[in-house]
């Protein structure tokens, strides 16, 4: 990759939480380095409350987000597809994105936790620190340096952190 903004497609079946809080993420903190989307492969066209809310509790961009398709980015090149949930990890991407260098960051989602308020909040809360923990590890790397091949096995390697 040359020395350019990186695109990086995050997606999820439903592209509803996970995806967007990862997009919301990787936009704040990697801003003039990186430009982040996220898309689904089946979206359920809104976004889960709970991930605004909790993107408004660490005073992150609740604006702008939709549930979309990743047909939708078609003329966008992707450097990066990172899936982070598992329905999404043995999908097969649309031919346009083929030459994107893709990881796996499976996390559970916690728009399926039932329970208190509380324990809901918890778990929105975990999905979050723990995605956070990925983005700003994906941030210390030298996006520019590594192979493709590097890359791929640097940033799996990251979705391995809880």
């Known amino acids: 990759m040359s020395h350019k903004i990186v695109n990086i497609l995050v997606v999820c079946t439903g592209n509803s939480c996970r995806s967007v809080m990862t997009e919301a993420l990787l936009n704040y903190f990697g801003k003039r380095r990186i430009k982040a989307y ?41 450097d990066i597809v990172i ?23 499976g996390v559970s989602d916690p728009g399926h936790v039932k329970g208190t308020d509380t324990e809901k ?5 975990q999905t979050f620190a723990t995605l956070t923990r990925r983005v700003k590890g994906l941030l210390e790397l030298d996006l520019h340096a590594l192979s493709n091949q590097e890359l791929a096995d640097r940033l799996n390697e990251i979705g391995k952190l809880s």
């Open 121 to 125: 909040i918890a778990a929105f809360e």
């Open 83 to 105: 899936t982070v949930c598992d329905n999404a990890a043995g999908e097969i991407c649309p031919a346009y994105l083929t030459k994107a260098v893709r990881a796996h960051w």
């Open 38 to 78: 996220s898309a689904g492969s089946h979206p359920i066209g809104r976004i889960n409350e709970g991930a605004l809310a909790t993107l408004k509790r660490h005073n992150l961009p609740t604006e702008g987000y939709q549930s979309q398709s990743w047909e939708d980015f078609e003329n966008i090149v992707m």
